[in-house]
């Protein structure tokens, strides 16, 4: 799991802006610095990998990300459920934190990575359009598919796992760079616990129950 505080994926861009912003102080002039300099507190906020509070009730499903519910709908998954699920999908902007965090305790039993577009994020046709990268997790008769998607300045989907690899529950998976989107599809019996326009936080919002 990774914990540090800045996800180590934004060290090339903070030490890339440190580097301009004393060459501009000194270089050029220390007002001009400031440019660079709040760039530079701008990616490291953007980086930021805080820690959660994650529920141990093994029947809740936690947000995949930080963000906005853009929808709640009905859908046949044909990657990994194989049957009619629900479907959450969540907006990630420029200032959510863009780590995420898998939704339950399990083994990643499917994982695709699909090259695409980047049209903006919110968007509803991005989750077919948009470069994505897909893992379904299983643990017992619970099945989820989460699903990556990157957005126009998310250019760059980053994952720390595999196939195969045992996850629990709120771990930190991935990351989406920059603004972006995230999918959650669950078993249609899962009772679902927001609606569009819902504020969460990966790892600690309670999404679903498996009933």
Known sequence: MVKAPIVKEGYIYIAGLAFITVVVFFAINQYWSIIPGVLMGFITFFFRNPKREIPNDDSLIVSPADGKVMSVCEVYDDLFLNEVGIKVTIFLSVFDVHVNRSPIAGEIKFQQ?????????YK???GC???????GLKNGEMRVLVTQIAGLLARRIVSWVTLGNIVQKGERYGLIKFASCTEIIVPKTVEILVKKGDRVTGGETVIGRFL
Not at 113 to 121: E, H, K, M, V
Not at 129 to 135: F, P, Q, T, V
């Open 113 to 121: 990575y699909t090259c695409g577009r980047f049209r903006p994020a």
């Open 129 to 135: 359009e948009n470069e994505r990268h897909s893992i």
């Open 124 to 126: 509803e046709s991005v």
